[in-house]
């Protein structure tokens, strides 16, 4: 079974510019959240979709972030502008849905804003 | 707001011996508790969960023990084997809003 793809792995941008993120999530699971670790701390979750719509996306900060699941598969997650502080590690997970389902992650994209 | 947390960032074993890992969180509204490994450069991993119905699940070498009352989770390693030196992340669900704990970078000496 294929796991959670992300890319691009690596990423180097200076601040105010905007910069992209993509998630393929595991087949069927209809659960797909992106989180933010930054380094020394837990993930955070930035925001969760079931399905192709928005969930929970409380910590995420609209004024700059975006994310859409189109067709409730793939997802794009957006900065735009960057700031220093945005610099982490950005982790797509997906599930099947359900309290009691693990999340699965993918190798995340570590992203550096000069 | 941390609603979980591992205040020890890191801890350092014996092969061979045992490994406690702890974990602490505060919303009693969790009612499904999780345990990530992470290596390097690689996403976190799932490895043993326990919901909050029960006070242990076993899982080979890997245990988990909840006490819901004083709100806290441990995972216990026997043996501690080198290939289990990773960092591990503790995770607690309420429906699908799954929080993280900072991390507790486990090195097991040979």
């Known amino acids: 079974e294929a796991g959670v793809a992300q890319s691009p792995r690596y990423k180097i941008i200076e601040k105010r510019q905007s910069v992209a993120f993509w998630c393929n999530p595991i087949s069927g699971h209809a659960t797909l959240y992106w989180y933010q670790q930054i380094l020394g701390q837990g993930p955070k979750l930035l925001i969760q979709?079931?399905?192709?719509?928005?969930?929970?996306d409380s910590q995420l900060p609209k004024d700059r972030f975006s994310a859409e699941r189109l067709k409730g598969v793939d997802s794009t997650l957006k900065i735009q502008p960057a700031k220093l502080e945005d610099s982490a590690v950005y982790l797509c997970?997906?599930?099947?849905?359900?309290?009691?389902?693990?999340?699965?992650f993918g190798q995340g994209t570590r992203l550096t804003v000069v | 707001d941390q609603q979980v947390k591992q205040n020890s960032p890191s801890l350092s074993v014996q092969e061979g011996r045992i490994s406690i890992l702890n974990c602490d969180y505060t919303?009693?509204?969790?009612?499904?508790f999780l345990w990530y490994k992470k290596y390097p450069a690689e996403g976190p991993t799932f490895l043993i969960s326990?919901?909050?119905?029960?006070d242990k699940n076993e899982d080979g070498r890997f245990t988990v023990f909840l006490n819901k009352s004083a709100k806290h989770l441990s995972l216990h390693i026997v043996p501690s084997q080198p290939g289990d030196s990773a960092v591990y992340f503790c995770?607690?669900?309420?429906?699908?809003?799954?929080?993280f704990g900072a991390g507790t970078r486990l090195t097991v000496k040979p």
């Open positions: 997970a997906s599930s099947l849905g359900g309290p009691t389902k693990m999340a699965f």
């Open positions: 995770a607690a669900r309420e429906n699908n809003d799954m929080r």
């Open positions: 326990i919901s909050s119905i029960k």
């Open positions: 919303n009693s509204m969790f009612d499904y």
């Open positions: 979709f079931q399905n192709n719509g928005v969930v929970d």
